[in-house]
């Protein structure tokens, strides 16, 4: 069976605990921060290290390494909240 990898990189962030938590989907990595401008840069670092880091012989193994179940499901919440949100407010 061949190997699919993705072409798009999902990523969010949510509100948690007073800071803010950002998910990337495909690379289950995750970063906190206080602000979303904060979680976004530190994303950007986190994704681009890992993605240098693969190399010919780990790349099969870790990339794509999919987030939980559970994350998920919060993401396609948070997706879906936006969506209703910005059809009420238009």
Excluded at 39 to 53: A, D, F, G, N
Excluded at 58 to 78: E, G, K, S, T
Aim: proline share 6%; net charge neutral; charged share 25%.
């Amino acid at each position: 069976m061949r190997k699919v990898y993705p072409t798009v990189l999902r990523c969010y962030a949510r509100p948690e605990g007073g800071h803010y938590i950002g998910q990337c989907l495909e690379l289950d990595l995750a970063v906190q921060a206080d602000s979303i401008s904060e979680v976004r840069r530190k994303m950007e670092e986190c994704l681009q290290s890992y993605l240098e880091s693969l190399d010919a012989e780990n790349v099969r193994d870790l990339f794509p390494r999919p987030a939980p179940f559970h994350v998920w499901l919060d993401y396609y919440r948070v997706y879906l909240l936006v969506r209703v949100h910005r059809t009420l407010h238009q």
